[in-house]
T-cell receptor, first 110, second 113 residues
């Protein structure tokens, strides 16, 4: 069936560098996408979202890019900090239901 | 603004026992969700409420799981009897009028022995 997936299960990033987390989706009917950050022992925390009629959206230190042609979503984190270490999930909304990918573990090294 | 509240935070039970989780959504949020998150996976929707009515429970194992939101505010999720494979984090989320961004609680970590 159609699903959301992530290319890399673990991403190691040096502090101060930019991080890019990728996500592939296969449901062309999805109209809304969200990135969540989940730290150990906590619930998912909203980072940024984007509607399907947009291709880029920026927040504080984060940018989400949507490429509908290849069904690809990415999250860019500028100047990665130790506090950015977490699991990052992309989620797509189709027919009103949110489907999550498996997640990418981001490890920030000094 | 207070976030989504859940209790208990941790629960350990033996298989075939019953367990209940409680969620209080963000004030004013009409839509409430229960998710199951197995270790190493993304959250999976179990049930969605709009006020006190069920919108979607297609992925809820109804032979053992039940949920209610009687007054359209807080909600309980029950498992009876529990199985080993029910060990997971149970997350509650809510959304406001825009029905887009879901805000999650800290979750209840269940271990079934």
């Amino acid at each position: 069936g159609e699903s959301v997936g992530l290319h890399l299960p673990t991403l190691s990033v040096q502090e101060g560098d930019n991080s890019i987390i990728n996500c592939a989706y296969s449901n062309s009917a999805s109209d809304y996408f969200i990135w969540y950050k989940q730290e150990s022992g906590k619930g998912p925390q909203f980072i940024i979202d984007i509607r399907s009629n947009m291709d880029k959206r920026q927040g504080q230190r984060v940018t989400v890019l949507l490429n509908k042609t290849v069904k690809h979503l990415s999250l860019q984190i500028a100047a990665t900090q130790p506090g950015d270490s977490a699991v990052y999930f992309c989620a797509e909304r189709s027919w009103g239901k949110l489907q999550f990918g498996a997640g990418t573990q981001v490890v920030v090294t000094p | 603004e207070a976030g989504v509240a859940q209790s208990p935070r941790y629960k350990i039970i033996e298989k075939r026992q019953s367990v209940a989780f409680w969620c209080n959504p963000i004030s004013g949020h009409a839509t409430l969700y229960w998710y199951q998150q197995i270790l190493g996976q993304g959250p999976k929707l179990l049930i969605q409420f709009q006020n006190n009515g069920v919108v979607d429970d297609s992925q809820l194992p109804k032979d053992r799981f039940s949920a209610e939101r009687l007054k359209g505010v807080d909600s309980t999720l029950k498992i009876q009897p529990a199985k080993l494979e029910d060990s997971a984090v149970y997350l509650c989320a809510s959304t406001g009028m825009k029905k887009e961004t879901q805000y999650f609680g800290p979750g209840t970590r269940l271990l079934v022995l």
